[in-house]
């Protein structure tokens, strides 16, 4: 998957989580399921794309 790919699927989960939350409300299961479909998605990209940073 492409770094541009990856970032217009991030983009079209957040838009959905909110339009979700402002529904159902930020608790409602719906919300969560998304938040964490969220959650996957931004940390596959900084895992891909993110350089690490080490410490010393």
């Given at each position: ?9 991030i ?7 909110i339009?979700?939350?402002?529904k159902?409300g ?9 938040s ?5 998605l ?8 993110k350089?690490?940073?080490?410490t010393?």
């Amino acid at each position: 998957m492409s770094k541009q790919d990856l970032i217009t699927l991030i983009e079209q989960k957040r838009q959905e989580l909110i339009q979700v939350a402002m529904k159902n409300g930020f608790t409602s299961s719906l919300a969560i399921r998304n938040s964490q479909e969220l959650d996957k998605l931004l940390n596959e990209y900084n895992n891909i794309f993110k350089k690490k940073v080490s410490t010393h």
